[in-house]
């Protein structure tokens, strides 16, 4: 099995097993009162992320580079950027998901990675697809492929769910819950 194989087969699995966790949260979101924004733009995230991998297979497959020399390096930062995904994911429980979901009651999370990052789920998608290519050898796929996630990102995930945030901060529910949390 290719290093580019094994990378591709470790992504796929994680990923779908995150897209059944975000179903299963996603179902019991909508039973208990929840809402979805920015539905519109899901499908986005969902290309980009397939067409990711499959540049990534057939740009190593056609270039067929060697293992670049400072892969520990990279190793480190994929590592690091697992252990601030997940950490993300447990801090948010049942209410972490792909989509951007609402409720009436909602307080926005302050612990764990997101006492010190507004976005760190972000944070550690935007490292996995400029690095894992890079450690394929597929150097134009990560070029591509940050610049496309970071212009979604910044020009309209972001700012879609900072309107929402900022419409539950506005919301009278939002301040008492908040109130009553602090």
């Not at 039973?31 to 057939?58: D, K, P, T």
């Not at 450690?135 to 796929?141: E, K, M």
């Amino acid at each position: 099995m290719t290093l580019t194989a094994l990378v591709v087969a470790i992504v796929v699995v994680q990923r779908l097993s995150e897209l059944m966790l975000a179903n299963r949260n996603y179902r019991w979101a909508m039973r208990h009162g929840g809402r979805e924004h920015g539905a519109g733009h899901y499908w986005l995230f969902v290309v980009l992320h397939s067409l990711w991998l499959v540049c990534m297979v057939v740009e190593s497959l056609l270039l067929q580079p060697p293992v670049p020399t400072w892969w520990p390096l990279g190793l480190v930062l994929i590592m690091a950027a697992q252990v601030l995904r997940y950490w993300a994911i447990t801090s948010l429980g049942r209410y972490w998901n792909t989509r951007i979901i609402v409720y009436d009651q909602m307080t926005r999370v302050q612990s764990g990675p997101y006492r010190y990052l507004r976005h760190p789920n972000y944070v550690a998608v935007v490292l996995e697809i400029a690095v894992i290519p890079m450690l394929v050898g597929a150097w134009y796929t990560a070029l591509l492929f940050t610049i496309a996630n970071g212009a979604l990102l910044l020009c309209i995930r972001i700012p879609a769910e900072e309107r929402v945030l900022k419409n539950l901060g506005e919301s009278e529910n939002f301040a008492t819950v908040r109130q009553r949390n602090d």
